[in-house]
């Protein structure tokens, strides 16, 4: 389908690898700037993207200076600068991520090293109700339904290991734990006119303007029975 990302298991939307992983390059004409490194199999979160631009814009130092503010605190953003930039560090800075936890579907998803672990029915489809509070504590994720995968030798996500190395998960279980006790409850609430995406509600995609204010049929938002 055209939400597929194989040969990666599953599609947007999905906690498998098709629909997290996505593929990334840095480029520059500069090579001073940047050196040529490669490729890399290492893990690399949206969030570290913060404090790896903040470190080429001249480090946490200048941004106090220009800001007044202080660095944030507890900040789950990793700089890789001297990894992906300069080429000064040989190791990956980032060596687990927490994935996804979805309180209202019930599933959530973090990786160690080769280890990927996946709990809860991934294939359950369930929308958040409007004004409901959805807490973030062990209750929010179905544990007894658990899949565990080493994501480095088995990409395709194809044999499930969970049965053959229950230490492992669970310690990516207890890491998951630890990040839903710092979590406050969760409201679903539907976007706004101002800026929204294509739902029941919301039914085109907005705030884009269209010639003559013709909308396209790719625009609307398809509903299904």
Known sequence: T?????PLRGYKNSLFDGGIRTPGFLYSVNEEILVPRGRTSC??????WFST?????GGWGAYEANTGKQ????LDSIDQSEFLITGTRQTCPRTE??????????????IRGDFKVLFGNQYLHRSCEEGIYYPFNETCVNWDTVMLYNITGDYGENYNIAEIYPDQVQQLKQALV????EQAPMQCQLPTITDSFPNWKVPYCLPFEFPDDVIPPWATYALTD
């Open 43 to 48: 893990y690399v979160h949206i969030s570290d």
């Open 53 to 57: 631009l903040v470190e080429i814009a």
């Open 97 to 110: 991520i927490m994935v996804h936890i979805d309180p209202v579907r019930g599933i959530a998803s973090y």
């Open 2 to 6: 055209y939400t597929s990302n194989y």
């Open 71 to 74: 660095p944030p605190s507890n």
């Open 178 to 181: 630890m990040y839903l006790a």
